[in-house]
């Protein structure tokens, strides 16, 4: 099981990013998957959760109503859709599926002027 999560970059504040996640080793579409970010010196953070078969997705406070998250089953690719974007939303950001161990390498999200 592999997650390879591209679409970081710099940004300024009040603007948008798409983060997605290729999964492989497994078909996304029976899993929940979710996106975490750590930033730094902080504990990893819970962003967003999609049940299997993306019957309902649910966002951690700090991201509510900013960030979209999606999934492809077609591709075996979850999205991040992130707008809005504050300082504080800089971190790392990884996608998963708790069903299993791995993590992928994580994108680079910094979010200054």
């Known amino acids: 099981v592999q997650f390879v999560e591209t679409g970081g970059g710099l940004v300024q504040p009040g603007g948008s990013l798409r983060l997605s996640c290729a999964a492989s080793?497994?078909?996304?579409?029976?899993?929940?998957m979710t996106w975490y970010r750590q930033a730094p010196g902080k504990e990893r953070e819970l962003v967003a959760v999609s049940t299997n078969f993306g019957v309902s997705t649910d966002y951690g406070n700090s991201v509510k109503g900013r960030f979209t998250m999606s999934r492809d089953n077609a591709k075996n690719t979850v999205y991040l859709q992130m707008n809005s974007l504050k300082p504080e939303d800089t971190a790392v950001y990884y996608c998963?599926?708790?069903?299993?161990?791995?993590w992928g390498q994580g994108t680079q999200v910094t979010v200054s002027s």
């Open positions: 998963k599926s708790p069903q299993f161990a791995s």
């Open positions: 080793g497994f078909r996304i579409s029976s899993y929940v």
